[in-house]
C-alpha cells in the first residue's frame, strides 16, 4: 500500500474528509488487516514511517484532527500523544461535539458479504486501570 500524500486542507484530500488516499486504497484488501507497524502503508507519522492505518474520522470542531506529529511508529508499535477530546457528540445536554484527534481507521469494502473482525489484543497491549 502507498504512504499517502497528505495535502494540509481535508477539504482537498481525495476522499474528503476520512482520507486522503484515493477511495480504491482505503479498505483493507478481503477485509482483513494486519497492522505490523513495519512499512504498513497508508497514513504515516512524523517521520514519514507507515502507520498502517488508511483514513481517520472527521471532527465537529476544526480541520486539524489529522496530526502526524503526534504519531511515532517505531520498533512495530505505534505511540500515540493524545490531546484533549472525545470522539462523541451530544451538543444539547452537554455542548460537547466531536474533537478527538487521530481517530484512525481503516475501510472496509461494505458490498462484500460479511465482515471479519478480530476482537483480541496483542498480549502486549497497554491495559488501563
Request: no cysteine; charged share 20%.
Given at each position: ?8 486542507d481535508p477539504a482537498t ?117
Open positions: 500500500m502507498p504512504i499517502a500524500e497528505v495535502p494540509e484530500w481525495a476522499t474528503s474528509p476520512y482520507s486522503p488516499l484515493p477511495a480504491a486504497e482505503i479498505s483493507a484488501a478481503g477485509n482483513t488487516r494486519e497492522i505490523t507497524f513495519d512499512a504498513d502503508g497508508g497514513l504515516h507519522d512524523a517521520q514519514d514511517q507507515d502507520t498502517g492505518f488508511t483514513m481517520v474520522q472527521p471532527s465537529s470542531a476544526n480541520n486539524d484532527y489529522y496530526l502526524p506529529e503526534l504519531l511515532d511508529v517505531a520498533d512495530g508499535k505505534l505511540t500515540i500523544t493524545t490531546t484533549k477530546g472525545i470522539a462523541y457528540s451530544n451538543t444539547g445536554a452537554t455542548g460537547l461535539i466531536n474533537q478527538q484527534d487521530n481517530t484512525l481507521g481503516v475501510g472496509v469494502d461494505a458490498a462484500r458479504d460479511a465482515l471479519l473482525e478480530d476482537a483480541g489484543r496483542p498480549s502486549d497491549a497497554a491495559v488501563l486501570p
